[in-house]
């Protein structure tokens, strides 16, 4: 009775085989996620060069720089290691050694300041081609055991078979393990130079130990000057804006009456054209925090040549702020950037009306790009001008659009014209306009580099130049009520300047302000 014929067998030996068979299963399973793990490689970016990782067991990650040497770091998953091969080294020597690796130590300053978002990119690179090999091999594997003949005595768990599975299992393992255990030795010394700092305990090969003792200083001085400038930042940003905005009318001279409850109001941080300054995501974060705004806004030109490398920038703003963003890319920003952002979960304003945190906002990425070695094109077939149109009509057609986000304030005008959005942020022009009322009731508002780049200054490295953050609120129905900017000065001074009340009428400023 235990054996029937056909499909009706139900008793213990079809029990047995169907155990067996998942066991099998299983086996396979793992054996397929162990071949796509150590066998996983991917291309992607370090920092602003091209690279390959490779997964080995070597338990440490080791950059590899060709004829400059080899960094070693202790891996945070062994046994598990990664073998980084950096691209774009050059083979020859120099009279500078650091030519092929650029010549701004402040960049690689910055980029030790986050070292978790320079590698974000390649691990995720290398966990989707871990996760493709091991699902072709398990799907082959299980689909030939769907091909087994229901009979499974051949694959009987008896010890002579168990003993041949097992060898198959062990020899087909190690063409992937032995292969991954396998490195050139290398003489290593570690770098105290790095001590104090994230790359703490690592050690280098080759040229690379010269080059520590030789450039390793002025690289810790920079990084250290560049921790400690941002971090004052946002310390004084986190303890003067609360403070400076909770004065009694009349406050900045806009002669407002009597401060209005933050509790019912909706508040929003807007900045624009950070221009890869990461360091300035610390100072957004702890405005958040001070403001106790729901999300940000951002105008664009968060990065500079809109390139795969600049994932590095995204990522890092994107660990430093929370809260939801809301972004609309600008002309050094590119498809590639908007990928990295939707990547990092910020929502990209594409032509649609989006609502976040009860705020229905509008926008669209800008028609151009502008890269720096290759200037500006034309992204696709449309001129900012006639974007404008498209969003005005868009607004116009919606009816209750309370912010239109756009990089260029032109795209700006011909809904601020019509009156068919409640404010309309923008930036591009690295100076500051208004915040102005217009004859059609619509606030315009262009706020300078949120990431210091005015003037033409440059964004890498402790600020060149003034930077501005603008707290935005708004009440229930979604319109502008208050508008507050804090500008952090290149001698890290903090300026509060607000808050303005963005009554329908207009306004007269003057240039009162606090300042720590």
Not at 34 to 47: H, I
Not at 262 to 284: E, Q, Y
Not at 397 to 406: F, G, P, T
Not at 410 to 430: E, M, N
Request: one cysteine or more; hydrophobic letters at 45%; proline letters at 5%.
């Amino acid at each position: 009775m235990g054996r029937l014929a056909g499909h009706g067998r139900v008793g213990p030996d079809s029990r047995g085989e169907v155990l067996r068979r998942l066991l099998l299963a299983l086996v396979t399973c793992v054996l397929a996620l162990l071949f796509g793990v150590l066998t996983a490689q991917a291309d992607s970016m370090l920092g602003p060069h091209r690279a390959t990782f490779t997964v080995d067991l070597s338990r440490a990650v080791v950059i590899d720089l060709g004829p400059l040497g080899a960094i070693h770091i202790d891996s945070p998953a062994s046994p598990l290691g990664v073998t980084v091969t950096v691209h774009e080294i050059p083979a020859s020597g120099s009279a500078d050694p650091l030519d092929g690796l650029g010549s701004d130590v402040a960049a690689y300053a910055q980029l030790a300041s986050h070292p978790r978002a320079a590698l974000t990119a390649a691990l995720d690179a290398l966990l989707f081609d871990a996760l493709g090999r091991a699902a072709i091999v398990a799907g082959l594997g299980l689909l030939g055991l769907s091909l087994l003949p229901d009979g499974l005595d051949a694959f009987a768990v008896t010890r002579r078979n168990a003993v041949a599975i097992g060898m198959v299992a062990l020899a087909l393992a190690s063409l992937v393990v032995v292969p991954a255990l396998t490195r050139p030795g290398a003489r290593t010394v570690r770098a105290e130079v790095l001590d104090g700092t994230p790359f703490e305990g690592v050690r280098v090969s080759g040229r690379l130990a010269d080059l520590a003792n030789a450039y390793g200083p002025q690289l810790v001085a920079a990084f250290e000057a560049n921790e400690a400038f941002y971090d004052g930042l946002a310390t004084r940003v986190g303890a003067d804006f609360g403070p400076a905005v909770a004065t009694a009318a009349p406050r900045s001279g806009w002669d407002l009456p009597a401060p209005v409850d933050g509790k019912v109001l909706t508040t929003a941080v807007f900045v624009t054209d950070l221009h890869c300054n990461v360091s300035m995501g610390r100072v957004v974060r702890a405005l958040v925090e001070a403001s106790g705004a729901e999300f940000v806004l951002n105008g664009g030109d968060t990065v500079v040549s809109g390139t795969a490398a600049e994932a590095f920038c995204v990522d890092a703003f994107a660990q430093e702020v929370r809260v939801p963003v809301v972004v609309a890319d600008g002309n050094h920003d590119s498809p590639v950037t908007a990928q990295q952002e939707d990547a990092a979960g910020w929502q990209v304003l594409r032509g649609e009306v989006v609502e976040v945190a009860g705020l229905r906002i509008l926008g669209d990425t800008d028609p151009t790009v502008t890269a720096v070695a290759s200037g500006t094109l034309s992204e696709r077939d449309e001129t900012i001008p006639a974007m404008g149109r498209r969003l005005a009509d868009a607004a116009c057609r919606a009816a209750d659009v309370d912010v239109l986000l756009v990089h260029n304030p032109r795209a700006a005008s011909a809904t601020a014209d019509r009156g068919c959005a409640a404010i309309t942020l923008s930036g591009h022009l690295h100076r500051r306009v208004g915040p102005e009322l217009n004859e059609a009731s619509t606030w315009r508002y262009i706020s300078s580099s949120s990431g210091g780049g005015n003037e033409g200054g440059r964004t890498i490295g402790t600020l060149q130049s003034a930077a501005d953050l603008t707290v935005i609120r708004f009440d229930a129905d979604g319109a502008p009520v208050q508008l507050a900017v804090l500008t952090v000065g290149s001698d890290g001074a903090v300026t509060v300047d607000g808050w303005h009340e963005l009554r329908k009428k207009t306004p007269t400023p003057s240039t009162s302000s606090t300042t720590s």
